[in-house]
């Protein structure tokens, strides 16, 4: 009889239940079940203590994040007021410059004869007219000379309506006991 013949459906096999002795063997696993235990045990496992972890770290960096962006701001804006303020004094430095120039009148002469064309007493002042009718050379016009104002006659109008529709103004006389009478 051949060894599989020995084990029939009422015989006893030769394997032992498992844990029962010694030296028993466990069937080895697939290669399909290797590797899905495998893959669970390579995955990330996130514990409640990790997630908690992960999220104080997050929190932490947001927080430091707003600060450092705060920081920055102030920095540029530092940097801003100190540019400003070392604009502000050369613009100071250079009026004072000038209002020490104007002191003095050889400044001012030279000034009115460079920008005005104006000359001293008993001097001849001359320019030159082009071709084209215009004066050569530098001269300026003061910068200073208002506009004129032009009014129109429907401002006047309207001027008067509006004068016409408040209350007179009482002129106080020369003799103080009259004004306190009326």
């Known amino acids: 009889m051949s060894p599989s013949a020995n084990r029939g459906a009422g015989r006893p096999s030769n394997r032992r239940p498992a844990g029962s002795a010694k030296g028993v063997r466990r069937p080895q696993p697939t290669a399909r079940v290797r590797a899905t235990a495998e893959s669970r045990r390579a995955g990330p496992r996130f514990t409640g203590r990790a997630i908690i972890l992960l999220s104080v770290v997050v929190l932490l960096v947001g927080s430091y994040t707003s600060a450092l962006h705060a920081w920055w701001d102030q920095r540029s804006e ?54 084209d009718g215009q004066i050569q050379g530098e001269l300026s016009a003061p910068t200073d000379v208002p506009e004129p104002t032009v009014t129109r006659w429907y401002n006047v109008l309207w001027g008067s309506v509006e004068a016409a529709g408040r209350q007179p103004v009482p002129t106080h006389s020369a003799d103080p006991d009259k004004v306190l009478r009326e």
Request: hydrophobic share 35%; glycine share 8%.
């Open 78 to 131: 530092i940097t801003a007021q100190r540019a400003e303020i070392v604009q502000r004094r050369d613009a100071i430095r250079e009026l004072e410059n000038t209002k020490r120039r104007y002191e003095d009148p050889a400044y001012i002469q030279q000034q009115a004869r460079e920008r005005f064309g104006w000359v001293m007493p008993g001097e001849v002042g001359y320019r030159v007219i082009g071709v």
